[in-house]
């Protein structure tokens, strides 16, 4: 198979509105990949309604993209990104609902003072920006605040006034919570109770303030505009306002419907105002509209509010579907009984109706994944053309979740044509082709083990569970093993999985980094293995040795940066992924720490130190080589240089060797170094280095064996007034390789 790069983005994960719930994509992926695309039409498909923000990048892009998305609050969403009301409306919406009277006081008035804590320096009455809970208790035990007065900000134990209001709001808490399932459910209704067990996750305050505010939503009288942006506003505070806050917790993406031990009361009325700028800001406005509406050639945004499914034949006749797109959904059941909650608070219990199933249903595995999954394929497959491309990315890829993925898609008859991964942290990227179904084959454990081997070969270095996981499954899905014949989805993953185990359990020329007994942590890596020159490995030990993937990364870098001087980041990533596409992908990570080895960074680019510049750098190595053999005669030691090796002889027997690098490149020494060896690197290095060793566990381990030391100890041994052959040694065991500076990315 022939992997495609991996598109880079060129902005992190939006930040925006219910950015925890939402897939974590960069930004410009899209659009990069559809700017490669031969395409005979501009319409485009996306059967997963999943990502906001992917559809319209896609739209923006000048295409035409039909979204499915049954959750009434994506859909919103779509909506309020695609058309955003403008900065003043938010704002205007904000005041509007903060005028309206409750008794003698403002709503805005009255619903701030029920977060009203003491400053404990300056004793003033203050908002709580937080009131911190542990599960299961009826006060909050601590309250974070930023006193407007004399600044002192923080977290602060509770007081009794804290606790005491918390309780006193607790007290008609009965009322409010009847009120809250009455919009989203009926009394009869049979799913009541599960409406009832989502409401759990409010604290009786929030929940109060957000019944109050939704409770005023009707009887305002606003312009359309207006009331879609209070509603967006809205939509955040009921988010704001669950408990499924884990404190202390700093970038918490929740996928299970469950109070944390310790969590945060947001202050709801905050949350509402600081709404305000999260919304505005969402780009240019796109022509949206709901099927079957017709929307302009230069691109807009067509929603189907329902399933796949019930589209699939008007589709066929009316849109030529060019190619599909889509973040493909993984189970969070934390955000969909929310959003059933939600839609019913916000728009009644008409909204809920075709979404309700999403309150029933608790448990999502990875079997349902793959099931649901599969329909969706199954629905595709039969609505477009031989032939067409779907791009799905995929993000949070964990093993078990592309097992199911990848199964679904290939048991409807999508052609796996390509998969690019970089970390764990990154969405993958795959493409499939719609082609005929295939016919199941029963898994193979000797497809898994020789694809997995030979990944690891090429790679030249151990890698993640993840990667040598995705290996096997792309061989898998080539061979058409992941489904197996016969088998429901539960039982194929199951077996599937268990493939996996023995597959690597039973390889000898394989081994697991790890603490872990269970296959699927730490990593995996071959014993000791080279490669001959014709490609095929070997436990013989023959030449040319495999380099390892970090070692070209470094080369690549600096190879590009002496071509291209003041190169950006991002053109770097252009000039690599392509060179190692697929499963190869360099981290972000390992990138930054080569840049940082080698290069300064002004502005936005990167440019190599002036001492890294090739010439410098020979001219160094003289001079290095020189500081060796002058030691080497206070020791009474022979020296002479052999390309870049530096011997010392005691009446002709070798001592030590020492190979002196200008880079980090230390596979490549190890490759050649034996008792007598010495490596030595720029103190530049030094850091890269550690990095290397501290993502490798091959490399630690081997390094354990040989001596590595810096320039500036050989430099400081000559300036030692008596240096005998013992305290050589001793120094030259002793030069530690330094902890990486700084906050390096580990992956
Ligand atoms: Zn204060």
New binding site residues.
């Given amino acids: 198979m022939e992997h495609q790069p991996y598109i880079p983005g060129f902005k992190p994960a939006d930040s925006g509105p219910l950015s925890r719930f939402l897939p974590p994509l960069e930004e410009g992926v899209i659009s990069a990949w559809l700017s490669h695309q031969t395409l005979t039409g501009n319409w485009l498909l996306d059967p997963f309604g999943f990502s906001p923000r992917l559809v319209l990048e896609a739209a923006r892009s000048g295409y035409r993209v039909l979204v499915t998305a049954n959750n009434p609050i994506t859909r919103f969403l779509l909506e309020t990104f695609a058309n955003p009301p403008p900065e003043s409306e938010f704002i205007a919406a904000l005041a509007d609902l903060g005028a309206i009277k409750k008794g003698e006081e403002r709503l805005a008035g009255h619903l701030q003072s029920l977060y009203f804590t003491t400053?404990e320096?300056?004793d003033?009455q203050?908002q709580a920006q937080a009131f911190l809970w542990r599960k299961g208790e009826d006060t909050p035990y601590a309250r974070i605040y930023e006193?407007p007065?004399?600044r002192?900000a923080g977290e602060h134990p509770a007081t009794d006034e804290d606790k005491e209001r918390a309780k006193r709001i607790a007290a008609t808490d009965a009322l409010h919570r009847s009120r809250a399932f009455e919009r989203v459910i009926s009394l009869n209704d049979e799913d009541r109770v599960y409406a009832e067990e989502a409401i759990q996750h409010y604290l009786p305050r929030p929940l109060y303030v957000l019944t109050t505010v939704i409770n005023r939503l009707d009887s305002l009288t606003l312009s359309p505009e207006r009331k879609r942006a209070l509603i967006a506003l809205i939509l955040l505070a009921c988010d704001a306002g669950n408990t499924l806050w884990a404190h202390p917790s700093e970038r918490p993406r929740p996928k299970q419907l469950s109070t944390p031990s310790q969590f945060r009361e947001h202050n709801v009325w905050m949350m509402l105002e600081r709404g305000v700028s999260l919304f505005a800001a969402s780009g240019s406005p796109v022509p949206f509209e709901a099927w079957p509406k017709k929307i302009p050639e230069s691109g807009g945004i067509c929603i189907y509010e329902g399933r796949l499914k019930e589209l699939a034949h008007e589709v066929k006749k009316e849109i030529p579907i060019v190619a599909v797109i889509g973040s493909v959904p993984r189970p969070n059941q934390a955000f969909w009984t929310l959003s059933a909650l939600w839609a019913g608070w916000l728009w009644g219990k008409d909204a809920v109706e075709p979404y309700k199933v999403a309150l029933r249903r608790r448990r999502y595995d990875w079997a349902w994944s793959a099931t649901a999954l599969h329909a969706i394929f199954e629905h595709l497959n039969g609505l477009l053309a031989d032939g067409v491309p779907l791009l799905g990315l995929i993000p949070e890829p964990e093993p078990a979740f592309l097992t199911s993925v990848l199964t679904a898609a290939n048991a409807a008859g999508f052609k796996l044509e390509s998969v690019a991964l970089r970390t764990e942290h990154d969405a993958m990227q795959v493409i499939w082709k719609t082609a005929q179904k295939p016919k199941p084959e029963i898994a193979d454990k000797s497809v898994l083990q020789k694809a997995i081997f030979e990944y690891l070969c090429t790679r030249g270095e151990p890698a993640s569970y993840l990667h040598v996981h995705t290996a096997g499954l792309i061989a898998l899905a080539e061979a058409n093993m992941l489904k197996q014949p016969e088998l429901e989805f539960d039982e194929t993953l199951r077996k599937v999985q268990t493939l996996f185990s023995s597959a690597l359990k039973d390889d000898e020329r394989l081994t697991h980094y790890s603490t872990g007994e269970n296959v699927d942590t730490g990593m995996w890596g071959v014993v000791s293995i080279r490669l001959t020159n014709t490609g095929y490995p070997t436990t013989i030990h023959t030449v040319p040795a495999i380099e390892s993937l970090t070692d070209l990364i470094e080369i690549a870098v600096v190879t590009y940066l002496q071509k291209n001087p003041n190169a950006i980041f991002l053109e770097l990533e252009d000039d690599l992924y392509p060179r190692f596409p697929g499963l190869m992908t360099p981290s972000k990570g390992l990138i930054y720490a080569v840049l940082n080895s080698y290069a300064e960074k002004n502005g936005a680019n990167w440019k190599l130190r002036d001492e890294d510049a090739a010439s410098t750098r020979r001219e160094e190595l003289k001079i290095i080589f020189g500081l060796i053999e002058k030691i080497g005669k206070r020791l009474n030691y022979q020296s002479s240089v052999n390309d870049k090796v530096v011997v010392w002889k005691d009446n002709g027997r070798i001592v030590k060797k020492f190979n002196v690098l200008a880079s980090a490149l230390i596979n490549r020494a190890l490759e050649q170094a034996d008792e007598q060896t010495v490596i030595v690197i720029p103190g530049g290095r030094a850091a890269l280095a550690a990095y290397k060793q501290e993502r490798d566990p091959s490399l630690k381990a081997r390094l354990k064996k040989y001596k590595l030391v810096k320039y500036r100890l050989l430099r400081s041994l000559l300036e030692v007034p008596i240096l005998t052959r013992e305290t050589f040694e001793e120094q030259v065991a002793s030069d530690p390789i330094e902890e990486s500076k700084g906050q390096l990315m580990m992956f």
């Fill in positions: 400053c320096k300056c003033q203050i006193c007065h004399c002192d």
